[in-house]
């Protein structure tokens, strides 16, 4: 009794030593073995070393509570239906469906590791925001919890429970006739199909113009590029990443008025996020929405087509979603230059290198997306914002460049900065044989368009504020978040800064002079 004393009392302080506790059991049971051999026989005496062991297994609450507390039904399927359905299921984009009980308990395993891989290339669903530093407002953020990845460890570890299917949340109904994340589309604009043969080249250039039909102005609240092609996503390709279902790594586009020779009128461009693979909708701010203008086409001087492993035919789709006719913006695209794509240096065998670049806003700012753009060897990119003395991290991002993300801020903590402030972008390099997304990192590499050159940008949508808006939104900020003078929200430097001295207009100027006086 002294032994099963002591050892329940040990479980019960620290479970974490109960496998050391049973090796030590199965020791002293040894031992005992070796000095009672003509007074017990070992097989009476090994077995009750057994029992004790499954008497102890009853009073360990972590071996016995655990399994009981996550089962399928009642916490993992709910996990799976918000993070993960929507691309795993029958007709969808992942290499497997995720939603019955039996789809899912044999990939548990590889569940447990690509969810705990967090914010790192791998990691899925594929969102990389690092939760413990900057702003962690964001719009569509399909992340999941420190709980609820603890919660997907312990089912997976602990036998993959399917607990009681009363406790199971009804089932999701997808429409795959419905394509897009960000709703179905006002305008759908369809662009020539082509073909890249298995095993060809990668391939860049200019693709044909395309009329979009619009026979009015309207303002865009979003907009969103889809590839639709022959691929048979639950069948695959050969290839384990997400561009192995895709043809087109990536589209420069915009929209312009061309002539009757169907040639480009040159300065009436504008510009539209850049396509890449496994990139989510754009939904610009609410107050910014950007022109398509009537008898408008799309052109593109800058499609990256790439092989797949099999022959494959497909296309591209761009639709927009827009605002009321009557709407009218009140803040302007910001086209701010934010990186480097031009003199990069990154040495051969050696990773945690650094890519720094700068910008200053010459006028009052809202950030509404941060996108890092890296090529294979990016790991990170940080967005800081300096103001005066202050240096601030709004957002850090692990990078996976098979999935391509932009990360819109939620409306009450989009970045307010005021003119003045230095935009500061850092760039986190892996050219080691630790980053598999690197063919040979013995290799010095150096700027370009290819995968295996490089590029560091921040591809994020920004708007401009007049002097009269930036004090409104900050104005709504402070009472949205209820700041009062000494508080701080990270990414406005000036919401809790009250003005030392109230500004006086030219008349009450003359009359405190005349008063004085």
């Not at 996990?79 to 007709?91: D, M």
């Not at 790192?120 to 990389?128: E, K, L, Q």
């Not at 994020?460 to 000494?486: K, S, Y």
Request: charged share 25%; glycine share 8%.
């Amino acid at each position: 009794m002294i032994l099963h004393g002591q050892i329940y009392r040990t479980i019960v302080q620290s479970p974490v030593e109960w496998w050391y506790i049973k090796i030590d059991i199965i020791l002293y049971v040894r031992d005992k073995q070796e000095k009672l051999t003509m007074q017990m026989p070992f097989a009476k005496l090994f077995l009750s070393g057994l029992a004790l062991l499954g008497f102890l297994s009853t009073i360990n609450p972590a071996m016995s509570q655990t399994a009981d507390e996550v089962t399928f039904h009642k916490d993992i399927e709910p996990i799976l239906q918000r993070s993960c359905q929507s691309c795993h299921r029958e007709g969808g984009a992942g290499p497997m469906p995720l939603v019955t009980y039996e789809q899912v308990a044999p990939f548990a395993g590889l569940i447990e590791y690509k969810t705990g891989l967090r914010d790192r290339a791998g990691a899925m669903p594929p969102w990389y925001m690092e939760k413990n530093i900057g702003i962690q407002d964001y719009k569509d953020d399909p992340s999941l919890s420190d709980e609820e990845i603890a919660a997907i460890s312990s089912w997976a570890r602990n036998g993959t429970p399917k607990g009681d299917e009363k406790n199971a949340p009804e089932a999701l109904v997808f429409d795959d006739s419905l394509k897009w994340g960000a709703g179905e589309p006002d305008l759908i604009v369809k662009l020539d199909d082509v073909t890249k043969l298995a095993g060809t080249p990668d391939w860049w250039g200019e693709v044909n113009s395309v009329p979009t039909g619009l026979t009015e102005d309207r303002y865009v609240k979003s907009v969103e590029v889809v590839e639709v092609n022959d691929v048979d996503n639950q069948a695959g390709t050969g290839r384990e990443t997400v561009g192995g279902r895709y043809i087109f790594h990536h589209m420069i586009w915009a929209t312009a008025q061309v002539d009757e020779n169907n040639e480009r009128v040159p300065g009436l461009s504008i510009p539209w996020p850049v396509h890449e693979v496994g990139r989510n909708a754009d939904i610009f701010d609410e107050d910014a929405g950007r022109l398509l203008k009537a008898n408008s086409w799309i052109v593109s001087d800058s499609v990256h087509l790439h092989s797949n492993g099999k022959d494959t035919t497909g296309h591209l789709e761009i639709g927009f979603r827009f605002h009321e006719k009557d709407y009218e913006p009140r803040y302007q695209a910001s086209f701010i230059a934010l990186g480097n794509g031009v003199d990069i240096s990154i040495a051969g065998n050696e990773s945690n290198q650094e890519l720094h670049a700068y910008t200053v806003l010459n006028q009052h700012t809202k950030v509404i997306t941060f996108e890092p753009h890296l090529h294979a060897p990016g790991e990170r990119m940080c967005l800081e914002a300096i103001w005066g003395y202050t240096v601030e991290t709004l957002s850090c991002v692990g990078y996976d460049h098979n999935w391509v993300r932009g990360y819109p801020y939620a409306e009450d903590a989009a970045p307010l900065l005021p003119k003045g402030t230095i935009l500061h972008i850092v760039g986190y390099m892996n050219n080691s044989e630790t980053n598999p997304n690197v063919p040979d990192p013995r290799n010095w590499q150096g700027s370009g368009n290819r995968s295996v050159t490089n590029m560091f940008i921040d591809l994020g949508i920004r708007v401009t504020m007049t002097d009269e808006q930036f004090q409104e939104a900050m104005a709504e900020r402070r009472e949205a978040l209820d700041l009062g003078p000494n508080d701080h929200v990270i990414g406005c430097p000036l919401c809790g800064a009250p003005l030392v001295a109230p500004i006086l207009d030219d008349e009450d100027d003359s009359n405190e002079v005349a008063a004085n006086d």
